[in-house]
Every structure is written in C-alpha cells, then in structure tokens.
C-alpha cells in the first residue's frame, strides 16, 4: 500500500507510507470514545418510557400516561418540561466543556482530553446509577455531559490526525460507528432491564461506566499524534511517532509540513479571535453550519426518544422498546456503508445522496393502527439508516479535517459546542413539538434536509484524499471560498488546482 509523493486527484500531496496495524489499532482505540456518547443517547429515552422510572422521578408523567386528561392527544402524554430537561442538561454541560476542552488538547495533547472526559463520565455514571432524587440525576447528567464535551471535541481531531489521507474518513467514522454500537447495545440493555421487576432503570443508567471504563483506561495506553507532539515542542518524538504510524523512515515531506504548519500555529495567541479572520471564513462557516443541519435532520430527538416516539405511535412497553433495537441495528449497519465507501466516492456524494421519508401525516390524532405503525418503524428505520450513512458521520468528519492546527482545537470546539447547544434545544422543545405540531414536526425536519442539501452542493468541496495540512488547496480553488484564501497560505506552494465546487 505504499505511495509516492506527488500530486493526486483529490489535489493534495500523498506522502511516503503505508496503512499500518498500529494505526488502525490506535484508531479504532481512540473511536471507542464514542461508545460514551452513543450509549447515552441510546439509554436516557429507554429509560425515560419506563414506568418505575416515571413513577419515582417524574409521577405527574406516570399519572398521565395511564391517565390521559379527556381527549388529550397521544402525542402530549410525555410533555413535560422537567422530563426533557432530564435527557437535554448533558448537552448544555457538553457545550460548556467543549470550550475547556479545547484549551487541554491544545496546551496538553489530544490523549489528555479523552482519559479526563472519559473519568469525568464514569464519575457521572455511578452518580446517576445512584440517584435518589431528580436533582442527583441531573448533577449525574450534567457530569456525563461535561465527559462527552471532552470526548467529542478530542477524538475527531485524534483520528484526523494520525490517519494517512488515503483512509482518513474510513478511520474517522469510526467515531460514528463506536456512537452507534453505543446506541445499539443501550437498546438492547433497555429492553433487558425493562423485564426486571425493580431497579432496572438503576441498571441502565449505571452500565454507562463501562462505556466510559473502555474510554478511559484506552486512552492511557494510546500515543499522542505526531501535530500534536510537534505543537508542544516535542519533535523528536513526533518524527519518531510519524515513522512508527506510517511504516517507513521516509517521513521528511510531511514532517516539514507538519513542522510548517505548527509554525504558523505558534503565531495565534488567541485561536478564537484567529478563526474569526477572513482566511479562516470557509471553516468558520462550515463548521457552524454542519452540526446545526445535523442536528436538524431530526435524528437525535428518533434516537434518545425512540421508545417514548413509538410508545405515542401506539406500540406497547416491550414493542417500543424492540422497536429502538431495530432502528438502532439499522444505524449500526447504515454507519458500516459509510465506512467502506466515504473514501471512495467521497464526503459530497453521502452528503447529498441523503433522504428523509415520513408517515405520520397520515394519522392527525396520533391514534395509529397497528398496519400504520409498522409502516411507521419501516420508514424511521429508512431515514436511520439514510443519516448513518451521511449527516451522521461526515458531521464529525468533515469539521475535523478542514482545518489548519492553528484552529484545529477551536474549531473541533465550536463543532461540539453547535452540535450540543441544538442538541439541547431541540431536546428540551421536542415533547412540546411533537404535542403542538404532531405530524407536521416530522415536515419541519424533512423541511431542512432540503435546505442543507442545497448547502452542501454549492458550499462543501471534496476532501476525500487531501493531506489534513494540505486543505488550503482544496479552499482556494473553491468557486466561492477561494477568494478568501490568502496565495501565501500554508499548503499552496506549487498549487495543483482542482474544481471541486
């Protein structure tokens, strides 16, 4: 698999190397941090349709489920805004952390974000696991919330980094891929706790130390990435870790490209006033705008409410709950797709190639037949697997990658920071929505798909095969961004322009 400098079609130099085992054993490490953050999402809607859950925390939920009030709608039996702020407090925590995150992987490696996000969750976990009250479950998930800021701003950048271009995106998914077992074996602990007579909500939520133990005790024994060693002044060490991770004593042209590159990073004080710049203006805007869509697909409110969504579409406790197993198999095989072909055909195609469908116009009161509900679970399972194989891992891919380590670790934090702040918002207002709008919510969400879909055709070039330190090419010759690419930027000596609009 070795390759030769030059010049490839993707516009970006190929180095010296191979694809070596430790590479791919260190990443697929370094992707179980995702494991934290699937397994979250997957637990909290799960346990929040469980009636003993209900019943100790939120009892005015419990009394209206069995209850309802006159023709209270399906679709308003599970609002109830201390309940979503139940599930959606991590993500504003994640918000938060994202930012204290970005200085620890800067000043001290992208290894130290992940062992302190990983402690931090465990801790979170047990907290939660634990809880005697609705208050210690929400310091729990505040906690969990903190551990996944710091997760998910390190990993991405962690994978980016180590990765040789040519599987960059394959090795990077496997971040969504460790986020989708994470969901996957969640379903399958809700329905088995589900069967337990008492605490099995205990057991859910406790679980997620295991998770987190993975996490934890991998990053312990994973090697910091050679951009970041070289950004802490460590070059010997990272020459020696480049050679290690690419096979071969013949390292010299992206050495000096990395070297080059943490340079330039050396002169930004401030990375947060930097990436304001106008030369930073394509990644400033597209890392904004690619976990807002994301998180207007409409996936994570499926996800971390699936049962709850299934339980108002009219399937029983155990229906519901096998239901979210199904879809989340699906994720989990949709998201394999993704890693087998982003590198091939590249980010644009998965991006634009994504759909949503919708059944739930065509019942207005929520009072589903069971022939309408399978359909229901049929298309849901449809649009899981459309987002597994796009939004969902080039969400975290493509932010993580187009940036120049003078802003990487900002970047990767606004990243987060917009993902988990519409996470929150979309969280906190989805119950209320689903009652309000009912079916039309689902048109609201399908309604943006369109629009990022636009987004992505005019706005995102290809990046599929580009060196990470090499991305200025990629921006200048952009149709719109290449204007504010200065010719001096790093990476354009000797420019190979591509039209990748």
């Known amino acids: 698999m070795a390759v030769g400098v030059g010049i490839d079609s993707g516009g970006g130099k190929q180095y010296e190397g191979r694809v070596t085992p430790f590479v791919i054993a260190t990443c697929l490490v370094a992707a179980t941090g995702g494991l934290i953050f699937g397994y979250d999402i997957g637990i909290s809607g799960g346990v929040t349709s469980m009636d003993e859950f209900l019943m100790k925390f939120f009892p005015s939920v419990y ?71 609705v208050w210690m479950l929400i310091i729990g998930r505040i906690l969990l919330g903190v551990g996944i800021g710091y997760a998910n701003q390190s990993v991405p950048v962690y994978l980016s980094e180590m990765a040789p271009a040519k599987i960059r995106g394959a090795l990077n998914i496997g971040f969504q891929m460790a986020i989708t077992i994470g969901i996957f074996a969640a379903n399958l602990v809700n329905y088995g706790t589900a ?19 993975i996490m934890t005790i991998g990053a312990l024994f994973l090697p910091d990435t050679p951009n970041s060693l070289i950004e802490r002044g460590m070059k010997e060490e990272a020459r020696e870790m480049l050679q290690k991770i690419r096979g071969t004593t013949e390292v010299d042209a992206e050495y000096d490209d990395l070297v080059e590159a943490s340079e ?38 499926i996800m971390f409410y699936a049962p709850v969504l299934f339980k108002t579409l009219g399937f029983g406790d155990d229906a519901a709950l096998m239901s979210a197993v199904v879809s989340g198999l699906v994720n989990v095989f949709a998201t394999v797709v ?13 991006f634009l190639e ?26 849901i399972c449809i649009y899981v697997a459309a ?13 993580s990658e187009i940036h120049p380590l003078e802003t990487r670790s900002a970047g990767q934090s606004m990243n987060v920071s917009v ?35 636009v987004f992505v055709y005019f706005f995102i070039p290809e990046t599929k095969n580009v060196p990470i330190e090499e991305m200025n090419r990629v921006w200048k010759s952009h149709w719109f961004w290449g204007k504010y690419i200065p010719d001096d930027a790093p990476g354009l000596a000797n420019p190979h322009h591509n039209n990748n609009a």
Request: glycine share 10%; proline share 4%.
């Open 63 to 133: 009394a209206k489920e069995k209850n309802p009030i006159g023709h209270e709608s399906q679709y308003c039996k599970f609002e109830n805004h201390l309940l979503t702020l139940f599930t959606s407090s991590l993500y504003l925590a994640a918000l938060v952390a994202s930012f204290f995150s970005a200085a620890t992987t800067r000043k001290l490696g992208r290894k130290a974000s992940m062992t302190v996000g990983g402690l931090v969750f465990l801790v979170g976990a047990i907290l939660n696991g634990a809880a005697m009250n």
């Open 195 to 213: 069967q337990m007579k008492e605490n099995g909500w205990r057991v859910s939520l406790g679980l997620a130390a295991v998770p987190a133990l």
């Open 264 to 301: 330039v990073s050396k002169l930004v004080e401030n990375p947060w006033k930097t990436i304001m710049e106008p030369r930073y203006r394509p990644q400033l805007v597209i890392t904004a705008l690619i976990p807002f869509f994301q998180q207007l697909t409409g996936i994570n409110v």
């Open 338 to 350: 993704s890693v087998f072909t982003v590198d091939k055909f590249g980010r644009r195609a998965l």
């Open 354 to 379: 994504a759909l949503i469908a919708s059944v739930f116009g065509v019942s207005g009161d929520g009072a589903f037949s069971k022939e309408k509900g399978n359909l229901a679970l049929a298309l």
């Open 387 to 399: 987002f597994a194989w796009s939004w969902g891992p080039l969400g975290w891919l493509v932010p």
């Open 419 to 453: 993902n988990m702040f519409f996470t929150f918002v979309i969280g906190q207002l989805f119950l209320s929505m689903l009652c309000h709008l009912k079916f039309g919510l689902f048109f609201f969400f399908g309604g943006w798909v369109l629009v990022m879909t």
